[in-house]
């Protein structure tokens, strides 16, 4: 099999699992651009997935086909990592009472939400799970920078777009490295007002059975409260990070073993 090969089917599930983390359809040139890939290669491959029943289309847009949707494949590592985590946020959500989030990085710097469990009080920090949101200014996509290997924070760093959403987005890039290393040595990166004025929140890192870095939980929450309570939350997302991670370790499958001679 040719690196062409090998490359095309890593596209076709990257898109797979990017098209599991939307209810909503989308569009080719939205999917091209989260993909970080070109725009005709994406039409066709959404036409190849449409041909085979994998996707719907809706209009000019796509959606995963509701038999996918189901517990059986439920878009690969992501929708194993939601049946997994779901319960663990609702746990986190009823011991600190704040909302919680589960995201994913994106190719192009960002990170997608694919599940959230609100918080219960009327005045709470909320978000919908459609938009994606740049890795810079939230604690998600803090923490899973943190964790990803030299290389890929030495390319961030040195070209991702750095926009200051509000006054307190770090956008600095000397300060941004000295906070993605803070976050790999505490386990957790937070955001004060860095995204959405008067909303905090404190994210961990989930890491799959290679130990690579696959997604962050997050609990946000108004600042006031986050401020009077964010050692506690800390700790809550820490402990949730690490349960998911043992469970997802626990479900993967043993590496298969070379035959005796």
């Known amino acids: 099999m040719t690196g062409d090969n090998v490359k095309s089917a890593a596209r076709v599930l990257d898109l797979l699992e990017m098209l599991a983390a939307f209810s909503r359809p989308i569009g080719v040139s939205e999917a091209a651009r989260r993909l970080a890939a070109p725009k005709s290669s994406t039409q066709a491959l959404l036409g190849t997935l449409l041909a085979r029943g994998y996707v719907d289309r809706v209009g ?5 086909a509701p038999a996918l949707r189901g517990r059986g494949w439920a878009g690969g590592p992501f929708g194993e990592l939601r049946r997994i985590a779901r319960p663990v946020m609702e746990t986190i959500v009823a011991r600190t009472g704040e909302s919680s989030f589960l995201a994913v990085a994106t190719a192009d ?8 469990v609100p918080s219960p009080n009327p005045v709470r920090y909320d ?6 949101r740049p890795a810079h200014a939230t604690s998600a996509g803090l923490v899973i920078l943190a964790c990803k290997d030299d290389g890929e924070r030495a390319r961030f ?5 750095l926009a200051p959403l509000t006054p ?19 386990g957790h990166a937070e955001v004060v007002d860095g995204h959405v004025p008067g909303a905090s929140g404190v994210s961990a890192p989930i890491f799959d059975s290679t130990a690579r870095v696959i ?14 309570a964010r050692t506690a939350m800390r700790d809550q997302v820490a402990w949730a990070a690490a349960e998911i ?3 997802l370790r626990a479900t993967a499958p043993e590496p298969t073993r070379a035959a005796s001679p």
Do not use: F
């Open 215 to 228: 997604a962050a939980i997050n609990l946000g929450a108004p600042t006031h409260r986050y401020l009077a």
């Open 168 to 186: 307190q987005t770090i956008v600095d890039r000397d300060a941004l490295r000295a906070v993605l290393d803070a976050a790999r040595r505490d």
């Open 60 to 64: 000019a847009e796509y959606v995963l």
């Open 245 to 247: 991670t043992r469970m």
């Open 127 to 132: 978000a919908d799970i459609e938009s994606a």
């Open 109 to 116: 710097w960002q990170v997608q939400y694919v599940d959230k």
């Open 157 to 161: 760093l040195a070209t991702a777009p």
